[in-house]
């Protein structure tokens, strides 16, 4: 669950910066 909590979240700040 751990890892894909953390690959959400970099997906939500990728988003932020694109």
Known sequence: L???V???S???VL???D
Do not use: G, S
């Open 2 to 4: 751990a890892p894909l």
């Open 6 to 8: 953390k690959k959400v």
């Open 10 to 12: 970099e997906d939500r």
């Open 15 to 17: 988003e932020m910066v």
